[in-house]
Structure formats: C-alpha cells, structure tokens
C-alpha cells in the first residue's frame, strides 16, 4: 500500500516535481543516489565543515542511564566534568546558579538546568557575564545502552548550536574590564574540549558506579 506521502506538498506546488535537495528512491534511484552518498563519506572533511554550525560528541559510558541522569540533572555536576567551571552556587533567582569560567579569568558564568525525566534530555542554559538572557545553550540526551546497543550503560549524545552570539558579544557593558577573550573565541575547540569533558564524565561515573558509590555524591544531596 502506497501512502499519501508528500501529496499536499505536491498539491500546493501544482507540480509532480520533486522539491530541490529531496532525495528519495522514487525519484533517484539507487543508481543515481549512491554516487551522492559516496561523495558524502569522503576521509577527510574540512574542520568547518564539522564543526561549524554544530558541535556534537557522543559518548557510552558504563553508568545506569537513570542514575547518570539524576547526576547531570544537577546543575552542580558541573563542576566535577566540566574543564573550568567551578565555584557554583546558587543565585536569588530560584534555579539559576553562578560560578566562575576559569578559560575567562574572572568570568563568571550563569546556568540553568532544564531537564526532563521521562526523555533523559539535560539542557544546560548558560551565558557568561549576565544571567538575563542565556544563549550558550548545552543539549545533552542519555539513551540507555541497552536498547541501542545490546549493552549495560548509558549512550550520552551532546549538541551545541553555533549561536551568532559567539562571534560577537552582545553584553560588553557586563564583562569584567579588560578580560581578553570572549567564550566565542574557543567555538573552534568546542569539539575537542567537549570531548575531553565528555570523557571526564566518563570516568567519574563509570568509576562510581564500578566501585558501587552513589553516581551523584554526597555532597551534592
């Protein structure tokens, strides 16, 4: 059985066309479509072309997906993992928590965490200088192994989006004087320094769970 699919699109253009960039075996055959894929998996891509818009590090790591969730649910995790965020604490404004970036000397860094249980999705929403408006935006999604690959643990996939922020900061009155970088300045070793972060809370959750300590510690209850 043959579905409707795409026939509103077809109706609204009053063309049997294809839209341009659709790719699909109706149209484009295999024969036609494999040469695209294979110029698709070329052996090396350009460092732009990665991580240009888009940062994204994945990661399985040996830790229950449900008690790897409640630990990055925290928002005080962070300063176990993470490369230079330290000193969190909470602000008067209910949820958000301040700390300092260490990558800015003495830039502080505003975070709320907005979570959810039933997905397993962690969204980090951080911003340097001010907590006003939050546009460094952290997208993390913990998947149980099991399910995707027939294995114990926790897949954890992490998205950052190149916000035009980045290039050019949109809160100069707010930062400390005379500080000689911008976060933006670093987007270029986002997939590097993700990934060695991801890595870091690799190890501390695997080692806890290993050795039968609670994932989320003490000192964070």
Request: glycine share 6%; net charge negative; aromatic share 12%.
């Amino acid at each position: 059985m043959t579905l409707p699919a795409l026939d509103d699109i077809t109706a609204h253009r009053g063309s049997p066309e294809p839209l341009d960039g659709l790719i699909r075996i109706e149209t484009s055959p295999r024969e036609r479509a494999t040469p695209l894929i294979m110029e698709m998996m070329r052996s090396v891509y350009p460092h732009d072309e990665v991580f240009g818009e888009y940062c994204t590090v994945n990661s399985h790591i040996d830790c229950p997906p449900d008690d790897l969730f409640d630990y990055l649910a925290d928002t005080r995790c962070l300063e176990e993992w993470t490369y230079s965020l330290r000193g969190f604490a909470p602000t008067e404004e209910p949820g958000l928590w301040s700390a300092y970036d260490r990558l800015g000397s003495e830039t502080r860094i505003f975070t709320r965490t907005v979570a959810n249980r039933q997905a397993r999705t962690v969204d980090y929403h951080c911003a340097w200088d001010q907590g006003a408006h939050l546009w460094m935006i952290y997208l993390m999604r913990i998947v149980d192994a099991q399910v995707v690959f027939d294995r114990p643990g926790s897949v954890v996939l992490w998205t950052n989006c190149h916000h035009p922020f980045y290039d050019h900061n949109p809160y100069p009155q707010t930062a400390p004087p005379q500080r000689p970088v911008w976060v933006g300045d670093f987007w270029d070793m986002f997939g590097a320094g993700h990934l060695l972060e991801l890595r870091n809370l690799k190890a501390i959750a695997e080692y806890r769970h290993r050795n039968g300590l609670s994932v989320t510690p003490d000192w964070m209850r």
